[in-house]
Nanobody, 122 residues
């Protein structure tokens, strides 16, 4: 059974930073691609960033230059460093895992975490 557990969310002032983590268990992490998605209040779930097993990275335009995705295969963990946070970044952030290359499409992912809340105060 694959499990993904996010952590690191919280309340931060605009302009601040947070680092999200997602710990995976139950399968070979090294061969998997990981993605971060978010869902704001009253909004649909949106792609944020992804990292392939090759370490190729993908970003949504809205976070490019502010967020950085990375992975530590030894710790089965993927990270999302979020800098220069804005109130519009407020959302529940979800980690997802799939075989093959990273994808911007949530429907391509097989496993999901329960999410962690990020709130950015203006």
């Amino acid at each position: 059974q694959v499990q993904l557990v996010e952590s690191g969310g919280g309340l931060v002032q605009a302009g601040g930073s947070l680092r999200l983590s997602c710990a995976a268990s139950g399968r070979t992490f090294r061969d998997s691609s990981l993605g971060w998605f978010r869902q704001g209040p009253g909004k649909e779930r949106d792609f944020v960033a992804a990292i392939s097993w090759t370490t190729h990275t993908y970003y949504a335009d809205s976070v490019k230059g502010r967020f950085t995705i990375s992975r530590d295969n030894a710790k089965n963990t993927v990270f999302l460093q979020m800098n220069s946070l804005k109130p519009e970044d407020t959302a529940v952030y979800y980690c997802a895992l799939r075989d093959g290359m990273g994808s911007r499409e949530g429907s391509d992912y097989d496993y999901w975490g329960r999410g962690t809340q990020v709130t950015v105060a203006s």
